[in-house]
């Protein structure tokens, strides 16, 4: 388990006389044979001791077969079992207890991830030995992976969905999504921090709204409306509106606002209604004058009867399917949920979406989409109950709402439009199967409302799509925990940077020729006094999609910058200052200005700034990226391509980028020692980016081995634990002294 030494617990003598102590003994020893964990004590490497769910965790039939066993079979290989010992080393010898995760290796040799703790018996003496604490925790590592993969199709739905979605805090943009921006007319990001008043017509006008909707949003309730609003041109738009608040027992979290254009639906309303006053006044013309008869007046009257009953269907259906739309489904959802809440009776929400229906558009035509959509909806409305509603959302999305169906029978419904998905449909000449992914939602478990319900019920269903398509799921906690911890973070990371929760630490790049020191990358760390440590990893995707990257960004370059001026002005000389730069920023049209004033204002020269860039930046827009990079260039500021082979590698792009450095990702330097395909990547990056003139950092590099296959190599520089973990200035300036 460790290198430390370690001694039993208690002594294997015991005296019979003693009656306490054998009965704490046995105590003791009930405590480790009941453990959850697995418990085991080890000294000189050897396994004194163990409780059966040690033995159980590791594949072994009893704790009896691993007394004297050795430690290091526990562990993946010899290279894992040392790195433990030189991480917890330090930590027990003071006194303190060792945690760390890490992959552990089963009897049968599969590999697992476990949590282990350790401490010393004597941090005075460490022959004593030393206690490990084990826990299994293979399957939550899996079901994280799960998790975070939701939680990117969440945020996929909301950056390309049909509709707008704002969020307000104190009347005050606080997130929206690119439709929003672009029904306004505003460019991405223009409205940030935004006062609503901006796209109101008059103060009047948004005065009065705030006095309509925020009575009822402090009570819990939600708004629905249309509002007029203006655009960035000053031309106006009617939108209808739903909003409420984010949680209602804390209104200061802000509310949300769904936003739909129905400009043109109310101008054809408009032109409808003329068309009728037009109707009317000729009938009281004809009226006046005498000159119909009573059956042409009867069918004057028929004639207008049609025509409202039309506008009611125009109103509440879908125009291509015929089934109810948003609006008879909201009406109908209403009188549901209340006549559930009357009765204590169940009630269902299915949220199906077609699996690759797009295809279907982009390789047989809108034509045949449209009719497949059709037929679908048909066949949806014969598995269902009259009493129930299906409901086209649009494009290839419809909910079921089902009253008085509780899990089962929602499962049973499912089931029943799986079956009925296998049988083609028959398209002009094109026999088409098209499967569906659904997600069920149920009332009141799930949402006491229809909003509440329908949007869990989404997330089931793309929870179904990440379990193979062609399938359905129920909403459960987790899901909404996943949500809410998103939402946690965000809301936090609006204020971390003003209350100085970020910290930067530095890991050293030693030049591999002369063994020196030539720079440092400043690396980002964000510690909340609530939430504790959380990893950039989780936090910095958030920052990127809620527009926090940019002024965070900002800050690591000044304080990075500023850091390197400082340690100059104290004599210690360091080539230049590697800082990792997200996507989101390099976009940024004023990136080149806002470096060159941050270099100013710190005094130092460009080249002392290393701009570590992902292959991504190119993806979207090559063109700009590479006039970017050159006006970097230009200015002096050299750049760094980070992960280098991991990402959207491109050849022909790489050799026009003035790129002077590759940094080559730690996944390709892990197993030099013992993959033979690292060795060749290696090898190659090496070669290709000598032959381009550039420079290579190996990352990650760990071992003695490792180092020396670089320095063979050619490799340049390298970074990682084997020459020092990250460290905060203060320490770092002592080895740099040193």
């Known amino acids: ?109 599969a590999l697992f991830w476990a949590r282990l703790t350790g401490s010393l018996i004597n941090p005075q003496d460490t022959s004593e030995g030393s206690i490990w604490i084990i826990d299994d925790i293979d399957d939550q590592r899996s079901a994280q992976a799960l998790l975070d993969a939701a939680l990117w199709e969440k945020q996929a739905l909301f950056d390309n969905a049909m509709v707008g979605i704002v969020f307000l805090r104190e009347r005050r ?25 901006r796209w109101y017509t008059s103060d009047a006008e948004w005065e009065h709204v705030g006095q309509r909707c925020y009575g009822p949003l402090s009570q819990g309730l939600s708004f629905e409306g249309e509002l007029t609003l203006r655009k960035k041109d000053g031309s106006i738009v009617v939108c209808e509106v739903r909003s409420k608040a984010v949680d209602p027992a804390h209104p200061q979290r802000g509310t949300v606002w769904i936003t739909m254009d129905i400009t043109e639906r109310q101008r054809s309303q408009a032109a409808l209604a003329r068309v009728h006053e037009e109707l009317e006044q000729l009938v009281l013309e004809r009226t006046r004058q005498l000159s119909e008869t009573v059956d042409n007046l009867h069918r004057e009257i028929n004639d207008r009867r049609q025509d409202q009953e039309r506008i009611y269907w125009l109103a509440h259906y879908d125009a291509l399917t015929g089934l109810p739309n948003r609006a008879l489904l909201a ?97 002009d000449h094109h026999e088409l199967t098209m499967a569906p992914s659904m997600g069920i939602a149920l009332f009141p478990d799930d949402g006491a409302d229809f909003d509440t319900l329908s949007q869990c019920a989404d997330v089931a269903m793309y929870r179904a799509k990440l ?150 930046v190119a993806v979207d827009d090559p063109r700009a990226a590479i006039d970017t990079m050159d006006r970097l260039h230009a200015r002096g500021v050299r750049m760094s391509m980070d992960d280098f082979g991991t990402g959207y590698s491109s050849l022909s792009q790489l050799k026009r980028f003035p790129i002077y450095k590759l940094k080559i990702d730690q996944s390709f330097v892990r197993d030099l020692g013992e993959d033979n395909n690292d060795r ?29 296959f670089l320095r063979e190599q050619g490799c340049t520089e390298a970074q990682g634990y084997y020459h020092g973990r990250p460290l905060p200035a203060a320490q770092l300036l002592e080895r740099l002294r040193r």
């Open 331 to 427: 009406e109908r959802s209403q009188h549901a949920i209340h006549a559930a809440q009357q009765s204590q009776t169940p009630l269902a929400v299915i949220f199906l979406d077609l699996d690759h229906f797009k295809h279907v558009n982009d390789s047989l035509g809108h034509r045949v989409g449209d009719a497949l959509l059709v037929a679908i909806a048909k066949r949806l409305r014969s598995v269902v109950r009259d009493k129930d509603t299906v409901c086209r959302l649009g494009g290839d999305e419809f909910i079921l709402l089902l009253p008085g169906a509780n899990a089962r029978g929602a499962a049973r419904v499912a089931d029943k439009l799986l079956q009925a998905s296998r049988l083609p449909y028959q398209i």
């Open 680 to 708: 060749a990547i290696v090898s190659a990056i090496i070669r290709m980016a000598q032959a381009l003139g550039m420079q290579t950092t190996a990352e990650g590099v760990e071992t003695h081995e490792q180092l020396s």
């Open 1 to 109: 388990m460790s290198f430390l030494h370690d001694a039993p617990v208690f002594s294997e003598v015991i005296d019979p006389v003693d009656a306490p102590l054998q009965r704490a003994l046995r105590e003791q020893q009930v405590l480790l044979d009941s453990a959850g964990a697995g418990i085991v004590f080890i000294r000189k490497r050897r396994v004194v001791r163990c409780n059966p769910r040690y033995a159980e965790i590791f594949g072994y039939r009893s704790q009896n077969e691993l007394v004297g066993y050795n430690s290091e079979g526990f562990h993946p290989h010899r290279a894992a079992f040392q790195e433990l010992g030189r991480a917890a080393y330090p930590v027990l010898s003071g006194g303190q207890t060792y945690r760390t995760e890490r992959t552990m290796r089963r009897r049968d040799g």
């Open 467 to 616: 379990d193979g398509r062609n399938t359905y799921s129920f909403f459960t906690p987790q899901m909404r925990a996943l949500s809410v911890r998103a939402l946690q973070l965000e809301n936090a990371l609006r204020r971390a940077l003003e209350r100085g929760q970020f910290t930067l630490v530095y890991q050293p790049q030693i030049c591999l020729d002369s063994g020196v020191i030539t720079g440092v990358e400043a690396l980002l760390r964000w510690h909340h006094p609530e939430l504790g440590p959380i990893a950039p990893s989780e936090f910095i995707p958030i920052a990127e999609d809620c527009g926090q990257i940019l002024p965070i960004g900002e800050w690591v370059l000044r304080t990075a910058l500023a850091q390197l001026q400082a340690w100059r002005g104290q004599g210690v000389e360091l080539k230049t200052m590697a800082v990792n730069l997200s996507a989101v920023q390099f976009r940024q049209p004023q990136l080149p200005e806002l470096i060159t004033r941050i270099l100013e204002e710190t005094g130092l020269p460009a080249d002392s700034l290393e701009l570590e860039l992902t292959e991504g």
């Open 173 to 197: 943009l606080t997130r929206c999504n690119q439709h929003f921006e672009q029904m306004l007319g505003y460019s991405p990001g223009e409205l940030l921090g935004s006062l609503s008043r």
